[in-house]
């Protein structure tokens, strides 16, 4: 499956109607960045069952303000519609693997009872 392009007009639909997205941060002036992205594009043909996404953080400034980018590339990970990982730094085509493999094998009942539990906690 080829990524597809974030913008704010298709970002909540995304999230909300696939079960896993990967969404990569990226800018054309990014050494680092151009590097992942074949490791990227690879992982997105390897895995159908998920959706690949990109955001050109130089295009989609708003977007990358909403998710506190601060360096690139930066990859966030949705799971059900929770953000389950987001970190700067280009990985290896076997950490990305990895991480692929941990969020398909996340418990989201137990995740989203450790959020229930995390916010009685502050109220």
């Known amino acids: 499956m080829a ?3 974030l913008t704010n007009e298709n970002l909540r639909s995304t999230i909300d109607n696939n079960d896993i997205v990967l969404i990569d ?3 054309s002036w990014c050494g680092p960045c ?3 992205a074949p490791v990227f ?3 997105s043909e390897q ?3 998920m959706v690949f996404a990109k955001v050109n953080t130089e295009e989609q400034m708003e977007l990358a303000a909403q998710f506190q980018v601060r360096s690139i590339p930066m990859l966030a990970i949705f799971k059900e519609q929770v953000l389950i ?3 700067p730094g280009a990985l290896p085509a076997s950490a990305l693997d990895q991480l692929i493999e941990q969020a398909k094998a996340l418990d989201m009942d137990k995740v989203r009872a450790e959020i229930a539990e995390q916010q009685n906690k502050k109220a």
């Open 41 to 43: 594009e690879k992982a």
């Open 47 to 49: 895995n159908p069952d």
């Open 25 to 27: 941060f990226w800018a």
């Open 34 to 36: 151009q590097s992942f």
């Open 85 to 87: 990982f987001a970190q």
């Open 3 to 5: 990524t597809l392009e």
